[in-house]
């Protein structure tokens, strides 16, 4: 990799007066993907010396510092007890434990790669970003902009809650990327539901769920309908993962299996 | 530029350049063990452990090892000779070239979670690919090794 | 038995585990030149020029190699033995580039960074010519991919470069036709296996460096090293007495490392240089530029008569071996003659077709070599006509397959290139391995299936045979010498790869011996410094290398006995040795084996014991196996849990019962991983997308969940202390075991691999309609 230089930022500021200078001056996050994602740079920017790497658990929320590592996250208590566990589940089957102990929930998030495990979760969690310059966003909002070069993420924050979630990750072996990875969770009935990997970037199928929301029981009719709900309004395509018909079968499949289940 | 590491418990200072990743540098200064399978962090071939976490150091800038602590196989021979005896007594040794890495992260599994399930265990060592012993052989020398641990602490 | 057939430890594992420097790459000379290769972005391409200038005129390249550094010499990189069935249609660098990853030229500089920033300011320009990416559509296509009239074959392997076909081979016995005509049950299908990448863990690498006697030494990992002296000499007309190959600890090789791949250009730069020079493939290139498995296609028609018992096979063959002719034609043939006896009772058999040239990555050695296309595609068949007779197919097989003592004609008449050797079936333990697995299994509770709600639970079958090494070709030698204070050492050519060979060997000579296995020091695998070995393939080690060390064994015991009479002063035959203690029958003279070792290095008569003996197998035992596999299938995904995979091997006695099912456990998951997970992409232009590890799937330690694997009793009384081979058979019975599994629970019947849930579901679809 070509890099002329590379920089512990003392603080956010001098961090975002780097990459304000020169395009080619990049943030890092635990740099677990710039060996394949990034061939040259000016100068590596890195936020490890900055103090964010921690989990606070607040009255109605729990902060995450950006630089806190997947695996210190997936072994957290306190994430483990929001909406089923779905984060602690979704990250313990993101590669091998060696790069979840280099990759960080911001470098996660800023990389925005369409076949992320995270993002699903992330989408039906009542999730806020908080960047240096744009401030507090939702996920949601986050995920419909264009990819965010020129700013910090400083931390995340998650919402505690009594929902119950549902993860589910396909993949060819253990350790591929998904063919189709979804979150649901469910607060009083009300369902929030994300599919990502479709292979395009997750996204909130709000029409099932506002079909879902507006029903005042659910039985097999009905939430095979949602299912078909959410294929047709979810974009999906085909790639060297998985064809767009059988990205049809599975995502009815799991779909179906997991409102099963928080609903049970 | 230069950055200071403990390396298997001895500071060292190391000469990298910026965009250097640590397997190279390890491999440079007769890190023998540490050994390129990949290329990009997906068969555990080059795993050291960074301050007793295991990581990529193919995919590990090097730079981030600046007064961090690195151990290599070198740094746990011990361990390594107990895993290698568990290893010999159920045939799981063949090729050998994984197995240095295998050793650190079996190391740091035993470290965190001495009392592992099976399912655990897999998991924590998914990233770490074998293509000679079918990983059951593996598997059982891994448990006795944990197993060991268990008795004597 | 002492020492085989006993749990012993390998010799090496604590040593390995511990990071010792063992592998190649651990051994380059600090100050190596560094090779990088340029490499084609067409599929086929004529190079009109290269603009090197700008690489050369960089501050710390050496030098850039190009076709016209070489002379034009042809040779083949399949590292078999002389004269090769391979044809020689390969050269060093050539101004055509056949594939996508073909090496250009090459790069030499003093660091990696360097030479890449070298190939980026190469310009090449290429004559970008029509490739041939369909094998189906290879034979007289327009295009000729070997045109070079420097390309030949080395005796008669069918080789018609003008129409792509790199070999072809026609057998048949009987009337196919007519007994098929006959038969009260036929069926007929067709099959399609894809080109498996090997993934050792270890990406091939060479370095080497001259000596202080001017010779070159060539550090590989290599599978065979005697092989890679020879054909470096040829190809770069360096005098064979003036290389040494030494193989370090190989990183797992499976057949990938049979070949020559970086060996060439290393070995040039360091005798044109004088400097040391290093070239280490990246994974990429391990995928893209090395070899694969020959994808193949199989056309198949079986016959039954009303009975059940099977009376006709028919095998038509293509076979697709890439850009260059490596294991073209025994990997083809193999396909047939370790496959088709296992059904030793037919009228009529026939096994035919041709192994054709594409502008794809080529194909080559990969354990199983051919069997397991074959397996599959005969396997699956007879599941099918068993299908159709609505008949077990444990019954089936009982009724149909090899028994011990039987023979088929197909050994006569089929080798490896060339024509076979017949023989006897002395050890075929096949009823006893069927009969184990069927229980281990479960197969009357499970079989064909069992409604589990969301999923069905069910299991398939299948059974294979292998050779232990090519009878009449292989050759082993081993070379025994005792040391004072009575310990030995044993150099053996055979090459250690991770198979475990070194300790097998080592066992097989402390057992002859007399002694423990840290009596034996073994050393393999060095052309200056241990005796000739074919190297590592064909299944051949512990049988033929065993022999070898047997028989070495049992000379040097001799002569020690020799020696013994004679410091005792009694005839041989008073002499007796426990392996610790020589005695004097019905008297107390007596020797301890140190004393004896000490005296004779030091005292009287001196002189060094050493013997050296080589084997050539007058035959090629086959072990056989029955494979048996449980999955559980999601009703409404098709996805699949492998649940177990029972094997029960017989291959002969196991020297290493640990290793022997080390062999057998991981070649089920390869094998396994060829029947479900690796699925070979390629882009329309021809290029390999699935080239690295994150896009190309081997199975991981989540993927399996339990591996039965049992060995009969089993004594050949040709191999070493009973034993037969075991590296490869375990690889064959995965693909069509699965596929028979899937018919078994859901009725439809997959033909290509690799299996995967999407085509399960397609296939489902289609039979709908």
Known sequence: MEVNKFVEAKSISEAYDLIKADRLNKVIGGGAWLKISMKKAKTLISLDNLGLDYIKEELDYIEVGAQT????????????????????????????????????????????????????????????????KLGEISFEEYIDIPRVNDDILVNIKFKKNDSLGYFKKVSKTALDFAMINMAITTTNNNFKIAIGSKPSIAQLSKSTMKFLNSQDKLDDEKIEKACDLAVEESNINSNVRASKEYREVLIKTYLKRGIKQVIK | MKINLKINGISKILEVEPGEFLLDVLRRNNYLSVRRGCDNSSCGVCTVLFDNKPVPSCSLLAVKANNHEITTVEGIQEEANKLAKCFGEYGADQCGFCNPSMALTVYALKQENKNATDEEIKEYLVGNLCRCTGYVSQHKAIKKYLGEKNESS | MKVVNKKVGSVDGVGIMKGRKAFTDDYADKDSLIIKVKR?????????????????????????????????????????????????DKFVLDKYVRYIGDEVCAVVGSTEEICLKALSLIEVDYEVLEPVLDFEKAIDNKTIIHDEPEAKEMFDIGFKPKKNIAASYHMHIGDVEKTLSECEYTIKETFYTQAQSHVMLEPHAVNTHIDYQERLVIYSSTQTPFHIRRIIAQALEIPMSKIRVIKPRVGGGFGGKQAIHGEMLAAYVTYKTGKPAKLVYTRKEVFESSYSRHPMKFEMALGADKFGKLKVIDCKVLSDTGAYGEHALTVFMVAGSKVLPLYNKVDSVRFSGDVVYTNHTPAGAFRGYGAIQGNFALESAVDILCHKMDMDPIKFRNLNMMKEGETSPIFAIMGEGTEGTPMNMDTCKLQECVEDGKALIDWDNKYPYKDMGDKIKTVGMAIAMQGSGIPLIDMGSATIKLNDDGFYNLMVGATEIGQGSDTVLSQIAAEELNTTIDKVIIYSSDTDLTPFDVGAYASSTTFVSGNAVYKAAKALKTEMLNEAARIFKVDIKQVEFDGEIFKVKNSDKKMTLRDFSNEITYSEEQKQLQVTSSYVGPKSPPPFMAGFIEIDIDKETAEIDIIDYVSVVDCGT?????????????????????????????????????????????????????????FVDSYEKSGPFGAKSVGEIGIDTPPAALANAIENALGVRMTSLPITPEKILQKLKENEK
């Open chain 1, 69 to 132: 590592s997947l695996r210190k996250l997936e072994t957290n208590k306190s994430i483990k007890s929001l909406s089923s566990g779905i984060l602690s589940k979704a990250i313990n089957h993101i590669m091998g434990i060696t790069i979840r102990n280099i990759a960080t929930i911001g470098g996660s998030i800023m990389g925005k790669f369409a076949f992320s495990d995270l993002y699903p979760v992330l989408l039906v969690m009542n999730v806020k970003l908080t960047f240096f």
């Open chain 3, 40 to 88: 084609s972005p067409h599929a086929f391409a004529r190079i009109k020029n290269i603009d090197d200038s700008k690489a050369k005129a960089l501050d710390g390249i050496e030098m850039v190699l190009t076709y016209k550094d070489f002379k034009r010499i042809s040779f083949t990189r399949a590292g078999q033995g002389y004269p090769e069935p391979s044809p020689h």
């Open chain 3, 654 to 710: 196991t020297i290493n019962p640990m290793l022997a099912k080390g062999q057998v456990d991981g070649a089920i998951v390869q094998g396994l991983g060829m029947a479900m997970f690796e699925d070979v992409k390629l882009a329309k232009n021809g290029k390999l997308i699935s080239s690295d590890m994150l896009n190309y799937k081997i199975p991981t330690r989540l993927d399996i969940n339990k591996l039965t694997t049992k």
